[in-house]
Each structure stands twice: as structure tokens, then as C-alpha cells.
């Protein structure tokens, strides 16, 4: 069995202190392994996008430990300095509203975090292009975000996520502004992509009709996590 | 990849259309320190063009472009007859104002006496005075041309040649007549009274044979400040090299313009200042998502500092280059001479420049503090 590309253990975090003090994780662990698509879920105000937060380095926990990719990068304290460098390396970011650069067009938009990365352009762009083409929307490369369709705005939203070859994929309900048909487009990316790059994707969603898509449903609630649901087979 | 160039580019009609706003700002700028630069020119001007190297004005008093100086007219002949001068000429200074085609003309007056220091420098048309009575030689300026005629007080004189960019401190065209006219010229706008009095004393009330300064200049190696001090000595009589009189013109005569100018040159400076920040501050928090996304993904703070910091530059740059060439093209059109240097155009650019980065500061500031999770938030 591979190692976790996810390690979390015994992570709490909390907002305030004395009365107006709010727990929005307790003591909360969590591995997903490589090549899987797990669904966290609960209720508004569960801890979901906090425990998203402190994944992706945003967000330093109070206490427990953490490992992305086998490196120890949180224990009580951040271990890393350059974070932002950690999450250009090993994680890629997907949003609800694709959150794509207005000012640049879609090739742009998935060359920048390579070019962020170090790497030159002809580089970022070849490998951007790349990308465009294994999401099969290699002709919109020169469309700006504007003239885009939420299911292709979300498409290359997650080419950028891909650029530097993460071994995480974070989703911020990727799924919330699609409709069905390309919700599940979407979904079956995701899936291509933990399956043929042995990426771990860890998705917040409110989205039932997409459910049955993951390997293990995580449910929060106020700051726990309760035991995993396997879904698919 | 330059994220501020296709931000810019993104939105382009918007950033040039405040690039213009700002070009007119800055370039009303530079057009002020233009003019101040023209003043000193114009009014260091006639002062240098009559290459004396001391001018021997009334007592007490720091010279015709100063306050009035009225001297004796045999003043010169007792002048000239000291050691170490090569020349001496008297001049009187006078401002007219005189109706030419159905316009009134304000010119200084300048009478100097025929091959003496004083008299018109370089004629760049035409020819020097030639007679004793009834020659102009005036300033481009004034709008006169060659072989017209003007009248001026009583008498009518007849252009006979033409200067170039030689004006008084307030921006009148100078225009060259003999001194013979010039006295006659001041007695015929002094009052009536005063001159019913000098024709009935025949001129004994001294209004008639006075000028305002005698110009000196002196042989190689005598010394200017000494041979002041000397005349200096005479009571009724005071002596300014020419560097104390160009200290006079600058300090005395453009000294409150130059206050004004520099006045209004630093507030357009901190309106720009407070425009560029406001204007780098709107397109920051415009873009409050996109840099929560880019911090997000991992950019680096001197990205996100370079994006907002390289627009505020392109924008002073941009800014700075449009009223620059905007006064260029204008700049014959002004009512006032305007001298445009290059250290002085180098100086305010810098100045730009160290303006956009302050006033980025705000952005800045506003965008490293932006929460990347805030990029998660819908």
C-alpha cells in the first residue's frame, strides 16, 4: 500500500478565546491515499473549509501534525517557512467560481502557476497547452475567462491546479455553479486525474448528485469528523 | 510573462484614459517650471545682451529693473573718463504702451546711445540704428515687422531691424531707440505739469538730460567688483557688477513668481500623488480576487508587489511622456516664454517616479493584506 499523500493527526484549530472562543476543528485526522477522490461534506459552519484551509498551508492549526507527500510540514508549528512554495509544489487549488485571471486567457491561466513555479516560458506554455488538450478544449486556449462557459472556465480552472504536477488537489465545490451534466464532467476529471497521475483530491461539496463519484465521504460537524463512508467500489 | 502589462492591457481603455487625466496634470507641471525658466531667461535676458560689466545706477538704489534710478546725462562723460574703463553708454529704460493696428502694445523702451554698451545685441533682421532720431530695432516678439511704422507717445519710429527673445521681466518685447529719443520719449509722459515746468526752466529741473544707468565696460584685467566700489564712493552714485545685477533680477523681480510657481508645482505634484494612489488603490481592491487566487497558488509577495508597484510606474511613465510631449507640441501657443531643459525634465521624472512609488504604497499595502483563503470564499 502506498504511502498517504494526506497524513493528518489529531488536528485542532480554534478562532478567539475565553467566551467568545469557537472550535472549528477538534482533534480531527484524516489520510487519503494517492490515486483517490474523497468528499468532505457537513452542515454550514462544520469546519469544512477550515480543515480545506489548513491542508492547503493557509491556515495554521493549534495543534496536531501534519504530512503532505510523506513530509512532515506541521507538528504544533509550521515546519516550512516558504509555504507558498510548499503549495506551488505539491498542491493544486480548484475554486467554486473557477476563479480564473480575468486579465489573462486560458492558456495564460494555466501557464502562470508554472511560470510562478521557476519555469520559463516557452516551458509553462507547452506544458499549458498540453493540459488544454488533455481536458479537450486545446481551441478555446486564446479565449479570455469572459468569453468562456462555467463547464470550460472550470475545465481549465483545473488544467491551472494541474500545472506543477501536484500530488494533492484541493476543490472548493468545484461542482456548486455547473449543472448536472457538467458536474459530472467535471467529477470524471477529477477521477482521470487522481487515477492516471496518482493525485489525491480531497473535494468540499454540499453537491448530493455527486456523491457516488467519491472513494470516502467525510462528514464534519461542529469541528469533528465522523467516521468515513465508502462509496465506490 | 509581465502580470501588470496584461492587467493593463485587460483594461486598457480605462488605464489610458487615466494616463491622459494625468498626462494634463503632470504636463501643467512641467510647464511651470517651463515658464519659471523662461522668466529667468527673459528677465536675465536684456541684462546679459548688453554686456556691461557694471551698471552705475542713483544712489541708494539697486538699479532701473529694481526700483526707479534717474541720473544726471553727463554722468556717463564723468564715467568713461575713470581708469580701466573700455566703454561706457547710457541708456534709459521706459514702459510704453502703444496702439498698433488697432492694438495696444505693452514694450519696454530701451534708448542707448549709437555704438555704445546698451545697445541692441544681435540684430537677426534688418539693420543696427544708423540715425540719431526716429529708428526702432524691437523684439520679434512685439509683432512688428521690418519698415513698419510706430507711434510711440508723440513721435513715430520706423522698425529697422529685429530682435529675437529679448523681453522684460514681465514679458513685454524690448524695443531699441536712441537714447536722444528715449528722453524725449520719458519727458513727453511725464505729467503736464512737470513738463510746463521743465520747458518754462528750459530744462533746469533736470527732467530733461537724465538716464537711469550708465553701462560699463572695462578693460582686460581691471576688476569689476573694485572699480564698483570706487563708484560707489560717489555719493550720488551706487555700482552692481553684472552678477550682482543678475542676483537683483533673479532674486528681487522673479523671486515672488518663482515662490508662486514653485507653490503650485508642489500641489499639483501631491494632487498627482494623491490621484496615482487613489487610482492604484481602486485597481488593487479591484483585483482583491485575482491576488487572493495568485497567493493562493503560491505567488510570492514581490509578485503580487511588482504587479501594483510596475502599474504605478507604467503609469507615471506613460503619464509623464504624454504631458511632455503634449507641452512640447503646445508650447509655442503660450502667452509666456517657455524654456523646457532637460535636467529640468529628468528632475521631475524622477520626482514622477519616486511620487508613483510612494503613492503605490497604499495598494501595496492593501494587497499583502489580502487573505489568501479569502480566494476559497465563493
Known amino acids: 500500500m502506498d504511502q498517504p499523500v494526506v497524513e493528518i493527526r489529531a488536528i485542532s484549530k480554534h478562532f478567539g478565546e475565553g467566551p467568545t472562543r469557537v472550535d472549528a476543528l477538534r482533534e480531527v485526522s484524516l489520510s487519503v491515499d494517492p490515486g483517490t477522490v474523497v468528499g468532505l461534506r457537513g452542515p454550514s459552519g462544520s469546519g469544512k473549509s477550515t480543515l480545506l484551509n489548513v491542508i492547503g498551508c493557509i491556515l495554521e492549526p493549534n495543534s496536531g501534525t501534519m504530512r503532505l507527500n510523506g513530509e512532515l510540514v506541521y507538528d504544533g508549528k509550521w515546519l516550512r517557512r516558504d509555504l507558498r512554495a510548499l ?31 521557476g519555469a520559463p516560458l516557452a516551458q509553462a506554455r507547452g506544458r499549458a497547452l498540453d493540459l488544454l488538450s488533455y481536458f479537450g478544449i486545446e481551441r478555446r486556449k486564446d479565449a479570455m ?11 481549465i480552472a483545473i488544467a491551472r491546479a494541474l500545472a506543477n504536477d501536484p500530488r494533492i488537489i484541493l476543490a472548493d465545490e468545484p461542482t456548486a455553479a455547473l449543472d448536472s451534466e457538467r458536474a459530472a464532467t467535471v467529477m470524471d476529471l477529477l477521477r ?4 492516471e497521475r496518482q493525485t489525491a483530491v480531497i473535494v468540499v461539496t454540499h453537491d448530493e448528485k455527486i456523491f457516488d463519484r467519491f472513494d470516502h465521504i467525510f462528514s464534519l460537524r461542529d469541528g469533528r469528523l465522523e467516521a468515513p463512508s465508502r462509496i465506490a467500489a | 510573462m509581465n502580470l501588470a502589462l496584461k492587467d493593463i492591457r485587460h483594461n486598457l481603455g480605462r488605464f489610458l484614459l487615466t494616463c491622459l487625466g494625468l498626462s494634463l496634470l503632470l504636463g501643467i507641471v512641467l510647464a511651470m517650471v517651463g515658464i ?10 536684456l541684462a546679459r545682451a548688453a554686456q556691461a560689466q557694471v551698471w552705475v545706477v542713483e544712489g541708494g538704489t539697486r ?11 553727463d554722468t556717463r562723460e564723468a564715467i568713461v573718463a575713470q581708469w580701466g574703463v573700455a566703454a561706457a553708454g547710457a541708456v534709459a ?125 572695462l578693460l582686460p584685467g581691471a576688476d569689476a567688483k573694485q572699480f564698483a566700489l570706487g563708484i560707489a564712493r560717489w555719493k550720488h552714485l551706487a555700482a552692481l557688477t553684472h552678477e550682482e545685477q543678475e542676483t537683483v533680477l533673479s532674486r528681487s523681480v522673479v523671486e515672488r513668481a518663482r515662490r508662486q510657481i514653485g507653490l503650485f508645482t508642489g500641489l499639483l505634484l501631491i494632487v498627482s500623488a494623491v490621484i496615482i494612489g487613489l487610482i492604484i488603490f481602486t485597481m488593487t481592491v479591484d483585483k482583491k480576487k485575482s491576488i487572493a487566487t495568485l497567493k493562493l497558488i503560491g505567488a510570492p ?43 529640468d525634465a529628468a528632475l521631475l521624472f524622477g520626482i514622477v517616479l519616486i511620487v508613483c512609488l510612494m503613492a503605490s504604497g497604499l495598494g501595496v499595502r492593501t494587497a499583502l493584506k489580502i487573505d489568501p483563503a479569502s480566494a476559497l470564499a465563493g
Open chain 1, 87 to 117: 503549495r506551488l509544489e505539491k498542491i493544486g487549488f480548484i475554486f467554486q467560481a473557477h476563479n480564473l485571471l480575468p486579465f489573462l486567457n486560458a492558456w495564460e491561466n494555466v501557464a502562470v502557476a508554472r511560470i510562478l513555479a
Open chain 2, 36 to 45: 519659471y525658466r523662461g522668466l529667468i531667461v527673459e528677465s536675465l535676458g
Open chain 2, 93 to 217: 529704460y521706459q514702459n510704453v504702451e502703444a496702439l498698433h493696428r488697432g492694438e495696444i502694445k505693452r514694450l519696454l523702451v530701451v534708448g542707448a546711445e549709437i555704438g555704445r554698451p546698451g545697445e541692441a545685441p544681435a540684430v537677426v533682421a534688418g539693420r543696427p540704428i544708423l540715425r540719431s532720431r526716429y529708428e526702432a530695432i524691437a523684439d520679434r516678439r512685439a509683432g512688428l515687422a521690418l519698415g513698419e511704422r510706430i507711434r510711440l507717445a508723440r513721435d513715430t519710429f520706423t522698425v529697422v531691424g529685429l530682435t529675437e527673445n529679448l523681453v522684460a521681466s514681465g514679458g513685454d518685447p524690448v524695443v531699441f531707440i536712441t537714447l536722444r529719443d528715449a528722453q524725449k520719449l520719458q519727458f513727453d509722459l511725464t505729467p503736464a505739469a512737470a513738463r510746463r515746468e521743465a520747458a518754462r526752466t528750459g530744462g533746469a529741473a533736470g527732467t530733461l538730460d537724465t538716464v537711469n544707468a550708465v553701462l560699463v565696460r
Open chain 2, 63 to 73: 538699479g532701473p529693473f529694481a526700483e526707479a534710478s534717474r541720473l544726471p546725462g
Open chain 2, 301 to 343: 509577495d514581490r509578485r503580487i508587489v511588482g504587479l501594483i508597484v510596475q502599474q504605478a510606474l507604467a503609469m507615471g511613465l506613460i503619464s509623464f511622456l504624454a504631458g511632455a510631449a503634449l507641452i512640447h507640441a503646445a508650447q509655442g501657443y503660450f502667452p509666456r516664454r517657455l524654456v523646457l531643459e532637460a535636467p
Open chain 1, 192 to 195: 482521470r486525474v487522481a487515477t
Open chain 1, 145 to 155: 475567462p469572459g468569453q468562456l462557459s462555467g463547464g470550460e472556465a472550470q475545465r
